[in-house]
């Protein structure tokens, strides 16, 4: 929901990383277009989100192998539980994902903090030129299933594109 907050000006949505449970849910403004990418989303069309026309894909593959066809600034990225692995000799912090990155008009990153590889690679989105950050947080999640583990405690980025 917080990651639907920040993109909701956003005419399209790219999320990488969706899971089994895509941001697609979560949004309640009216995007033309919605692509949530993950090799564990099940795959999933429609033409209609809240009952407005709308291109939502959802495409069980990694970001590797997807083609992007987006406007710089016309976007919202949205990279929910920042866990992204190499793809072959494809790494996943590379041109592909700096151009997406790069292009966004705003990206919202959330992710365990106690995940090294998510630790490593982080930084170097955050601090990426010409991005501002326009907000962070840290959450705690109260959930049985990994109260008191290191995967309850996660961080939240929102940076914003300048142009």
């Given at each position: 929901?917080?990651?639907a907050?920040?993109v909701?000006?956003c005419?399209?949505?790219?999320?990488?990383?969706g899971h089994?449970r895509p941001?697609?849910g979560?949004?309640?403004?009216?995007?033309l277009?919605?692509?949530?990418v993950?090799?564990?989303?099940p795959?999933?069309?429609?033409?209609e989100?809240?009952?407005q026309p709308?291109?939502?894909?959802?495409i069980?593959?990694?970001?590797?192998q997807?083609d992007?066809d987006?406007?710089?600034?016309?976007?919202g990225l949205?990279?929910l539980?920042y866990s992204?692995?190499p793809?072959?000799q494809?790494?996943?912090l590379?041109q592909?994902?700096f151009?997406?990155?790069?292009?966004a008009?705003?990206?919202v990153?959330?992710?365990?903090?106690?995940l090294d590889r998510?630790?490593?690679q982080?930084?170097?989105?955050?601090?990426?030129?010409?991005?501002?950050q326009i907000c962070q947080?840290e959450?705690?999640?109260?959930?049985?299933?990994?109260s008191?583990?290191?995967?309850?405690?996660r961080?939240?980025?929102v940076?914003e594109?300048?142009?």
């Amino acid at each position: 929901m917080l990651a639907a907050h920040f993109v909701r000006d956003c005419p399209h949505i790219l999320e990488i990383g969706g899971h089994i449970r895509p941001v697609t849910g979560f949004l309640t403004h009216h995007p033309l277009s919605v692509t949530s990418v993950d090799p564990k989303t099940p795959a999933f069309e429609a033409e209609e989100l809240n009952g407005q026309p709308c291109r939502v894909r959802h495409i069980d593959k990694k970001f590797q192998q997807v083609d992007y066809d987006y406007e710089p600034g016309s976007y919202g990225l949205v990279l929910l539980g920042y866990s992204l692995k190499p793809f072959g000799q494809r790494e996943p912090l590379g041109q592909l994902l700096f151009s997406l990155i790069d292009n966004a008009r705003r990206v919202v990153i959330e992710y365990p903090p106690a995940l090294d590889r998510a630790m490593s690679q982080v930084p170097e989105i955050v601090t990426r030129p010409g991005l501002v950050q326009i907000c962070q947080f840290e959450l705690v999640l109260d959930d049985t299933a990994i109260s008191g583990s290191p995967w309850a405690a996660r961080r939240f980025h929102v940076l914003e594109g300048v142009r």
